[in-house]
């Protein structure tokens, strides 16, 4: 257990975990240092911490190619990566400068469900 839930960020993956039970990891990510303020996993073979700095860059690069394309108004709500077996989620805060990384097995998890807790807990990071 990488989180204490005296801060928001550990509030938040407390707060994930007890809506999804099952899930594998989960982590609160700072988008500007791409480091994690909070983490969790169930499984030995998948490390937050690691996957933070990685999918930093996945949001940053979505970012350079958005204003590559002059989509101003525009921003990312979140980013799905399906995978074989498990379903990657990255649910960004309002202001865009913290992420939700969340793992789920693709079979046991109700893609809607998952959206929708990270959306209801990523507010609390506003």
């Not at 407390?14 to 989960?26: G, N, R, Y």
């Not at 204003?67 to 525009?74: D, F, I, M, S, T």
């Not at 807790?117 to 507010?123: F, G, S, T």
Request: charged share 20%; hydrophobic share 45%.
């Amino acid at each position: 257990m990488a989180y204490s839930v005296n801060n928001p960020a550990g509030k938040v993956i407390q707060d994930v975990i007890d809506d999804l039970p099952s899930l594998l990891a989960v982590a609160v990510v700072d988008v500007n240092s791409g480091m994690s303020l909070a983490s969790h996993s169930n499984v030995q073979n998948i490390n937050p911490d690691t996957a933070a700095a990685y999918n930093t860059e996945v949001v940053k690069q979505k970012q350079k190619a958005m204003a590559a394309l002059k989509l101003g108004g525009e921003k990312i709500e979140d980013i799905l990566i399906s995978l074989t077996n498990q379903l990657h989620l990255l649910k960004l805060t309002e202001a865009g400068n913290k992420f939700i990384y969340l793992v789920v097995n693709a079979r046991d998890t109700n893609l809607a469900i998952a959206r929708e807790v990270l959306r209801q807990h990523a507010a609390q990071l506003n």
